[in-house]
T-cell receptor
Framework: ETGVTQTPRHLVMGMTNKKSLKCEQH?????MYWYKQSAKKPLELMFV???????ENNSVPSRFSPECPNSSHLFLHLHTLQPEDSALYLC????????????FGEGSWLTVV | AQSVTQLDSQVPVFEEAPVELRCNYS??????LFWYVQYPNQGLQLLLK??????LVKGINGFEAEFNKSQTSFHLRKPSVHISDTAEYFC???????????FGKGTTLSVSS
């Protein structure tokens, strides 16, 4: 499935760095999501955008800042992260509405040193 | 709020044996239920979903799941597994007005010859 593309696939950053994760969907969907996947923990929903407006923010620390400039692109800006933020960050998209399938990208592996 | 419990963190089986991966959910309202699979170094892919109607749902790769409202369960089954089914399997739930999915912790299925 190449409908949702994430870059970079791997990122190593220091705690004082600023970096961004990029996501692009080619499926014509109107909703996009960021999930965090850590070892031994459930996937955590971070942000939801519907029609380019943020509709959900699950108490995510402000060092994570999302941006959705249009319905096809989603960014996650990273600033002064902590080592515990090291994880796989998954972007996803769907045609907004309950019961619709959410399509995932392959993820961006983030390591904070 | 909804929640999902996957009762087994790891399930080892031999090739061509049947397998059942267990999932229980908690919700005070009607729900939609999903199973996703994650192969190594990949994103999540939808196996099947239950929205309404027949409680037995068939998905890709020979998998099926049965929705049991009284038991609040949605167990995933396959009558004969292959080596290639080795992966992480996630059960997920959303309510009928939900904007995103809530995932369980995942079950690692390991198929050996």
């Amino acid at each position: 499935e190449t409908g949702v593309t994430q870059t970079p696939r791997h990122l190593v950053m220091g705690m004082t760095n600023k970096k961004s994760l990029k996501c692009e969907q080619h499926l014509g969907h109107n909703a996009m999501y960021w999930y965090k996947q850590s070892a031994k923990k459930p996937l955590e929903l971070m942000f939801v955008y519907s029609l380019e407006e943020r509709v959900e923010n699950n108490s995510v620390p402000s060092r994570f800042s999302p941006e959705c400039p249009n319905s096809s692109h989603l960014f996650l800006h990273l600033h002064t992260l902590q080592p515990e933020d090291s994880a796989l960050y998954l972007c996803a998209s769907s045609q907004g509405g309950p019961g619709n399938t959410i399509y995932f990208g392959e993820g961006s592996w983030l390591t904070v040193v | 709020a909804q929640s999902v419990t996957q009762l087994d963190s790891q399930v080892p089986v031999f090739e061509e044996a049947p397998v059942e991966l267990r999932c229980n959910y908690s919700s005070s309202v009607s729900v939609y239920l999903f199973w996703y699979v994650q192969y190594p170094n990949q994103g999540l892919q939808l196996l099947l979903k239950y929205l309404s109607g027949s409680t037995l749902v068939k998905g890709i790769n020979g998998f099926e799941a049965e929705f049991n409202k009284s038991q609040t369960s949605f167990h995933l089954r396959k009558p004969s597994v292959h080596i290639s089914d080795t992966a992480e399997y996630f059960c997920a739930v959303s309510d009928v007005a939900g904007t995103a999915l809530i995932f369980g912790k995942g079950t690692t299925l390991s198929v050996s010859s």
